[in-house]
C-alpha cells in the first residue's frame, strides 16, 4: 500500500488490515476443520457415520456467527465512510477539480462551491495531441501539508474518477452531481506524488494524469500569493482599452 499522507488515508489502511487479519482468520478456521476432517474422519468402513441433522445449538451456531462477523465489518465499514465523507471541518484550502477529455483542471476557491466561492487562481491541463501522456502538460495539484482541504468535484462530459493513491480514497466525478470530498494532510508530508483517473472514461483514458506537489506552508502561501497575482495581471490585461478622448465626449 502507498505509504498515506493524509488522516484518512491512515483510516483507509488501519480498515484494510483490519478487513485481511478477519478474512485470515476466518479462513484459518474454515481451513483447520477442512484439514481436521480431511485427516480425522476418512472412511474406514461402510458404516454410515453419525448424523448431525436438526441439530439445533449447531444450527443456531451456523447462522449466528456468520451474521456477526457480517455486523462487525458492516460496523467497522459505515463508521469510516462516514469519517470519509464528512466535510464541514472547516478547510484551509478550496480546490474545485474539474475533469473532462481528457485532462484535469483545478480551481482554487475562497470558499467552497456550495458557499458561492470564486476562483482565486487556475491550473489547466492540456490534453497532448498525440494521444500518449507527456508530463509537461499534465497539470500540477499544488497542496500545502499539515492543513485541511476541501475538493469539489465536477465534470462536463463522462464519469471520470479522482485518484491520488497516497490519499488511500478515490471518488467518481460525476456530470450533474455535486460530489465533495476532505482531506487533512499530515505534517512532514512534503514532496511528490501522482494522481489520475480511475474510471475507464474512454478511449484516452490513460492520458488522464496528473501531479500532486505538497509544499510546506510558508512555501504555498508564496506560491499561492504569486498564482492570484498572476491571475489578477491576466485579467487587467484582458480588460479593454477606453482612449481618454473617447471616455470624455461619453461623459459630456
Known amino acids: 500500500m502507498p505509504e498515506p499522507i493524509t488522516e484518512q488515508a491512515e483510516r483507509v489502511l ?28 476418512r472412511k474406514r468402513s461402510e458404516q454410515l457415520p453419525p448424523q448431525v441433522r436438526y441439530n439445533m445449538p449447531i444450527e443456531a451456531l ?9 455486523s462487525v465489518l458492516f460496523f467497522f465499514t459505515a463508521r469510516d465512510q462516514a469519517y470519509l465523507m464528512d466535510t464541514e471541518e472547516p478547510a484551509d484550502v478550496h480546490v474545485e477539480v474539474v475533469a473532462f477529455q ?10 467552497t462551491r456550495e458557499n458561492g466561492g470564486e ?9 497532448n495531441p498525440d494521444g500518449t501522456a507527456d508530463p509537461e502538460t499534465q497539470t500540477t495539484l499544488v ?13 462536463p462530459d463522462v464519469i471520470h474518477s479522482f485518484w491520488i493513491p497516497a490519499f488511500g480514497f ?29 474510471e ?19 512555501e504555498y502561501a508564496q506560491w499561492a500569493q504569486q498564482r492570484e497575482q498572476e491571475a489578477a495581471d491576466e485579467d487587467t490585461e484582458d480588460l479593454p482599452v477606453v482612449d481618454a478622448a473617447d471616455a470624455e465626449e461619453t461623459d459630456s
Open 14 to 41: 488501519a480498515l484494510w488490515q483490519g478487513s485481511w487479519v478477519a478474512a485470515f482468520a476466518v479462513g484459518i478456521l474454515v481451513w483447520g476443520l477442512i484439514i481436521w476432517s480431511v485427516i480425522f474422519h
Open 62 to 70: 451456523y447462522t449466528v456467527l456468520p451474521i456477526v462477523i457480517i
Open 102 to 111: 481528457w485532462a484535469w483542471q483545478f480551481n482554487y476557491l475562497d470558499d
Open 119 to 127: 476562483v482565486l487562481h487556475s491550473e489547466v491541463g492540456i490534453p
Open 143 to 155: 497542496l500545502p501539508e499539515n492543513s485541511t482541504v476541501h475538493f469539489d468535484l465536477h465534470s
Open 170 to 198: 478515490k471518488l467518481d466525478v460525476v456530470p450533474g452531481r455535486e460530489n465533495a470530498f476532505q482531506a487533512n494532510l499530515n505534517d512532514g508530508t512534503e514532496g511528490e506524488y501522482v494522481g489520475r483517473c480511475a
Open 200 to 218: 475507464l472514461c474512454g478511449v484516452d483514458h490513460t492520458r488522464m494524469l496528473f501531479n500532486v506537489e505538497v509544499l510546506s506552508e510558508d
